[in-house]
């Protein structure tokens, strides 16, 4: 996801995308698992940067998480 949000703000950077534009486009392109999960919670992300910082803090949290499993699973 760090890299999707890397490569979406350099592709955007020159666009002249509004912010509300950028969060329907962001939230189109991007994984939708993370998306959904970000649009049920209690307070889904209003701005671009809200939108990238809690996707990049998502997928980080479930990229641990499966490492956890494996590790308690002995592989």
């Known amino acids: ?6 490569e979406f703000k350099w592709a955007t950077k020159k666009s ?5 534009l950028l969060i329907k486009e962001f ?3 991007m994984n939708e698992m993370i998306q959904r ?3 049920e ?3 889904p992300p209003i701005s671009i940067e809200q939108w990238y910082k809690r996707a ?5 949290h479930w990229k641990e998480s499966k490492k956890e ?4 699973r002995g592989q």
């Open 1 to 6: 996801m760090e890299e999707f949000v890397q």
């Open 27 to 29: 939230k189109r392109e």
């Open 16 to 20: 002249g995308y509004e912010k509300r």
């Open 69 to 72: 499993k494996k590790r308690l």
């Open 41 to 43: 919670i209690e307070r």
């Open 37 to 39: 999960k970000l649009m």
């Open 56 to 60: 990049t803090n998502l997928d980080r």
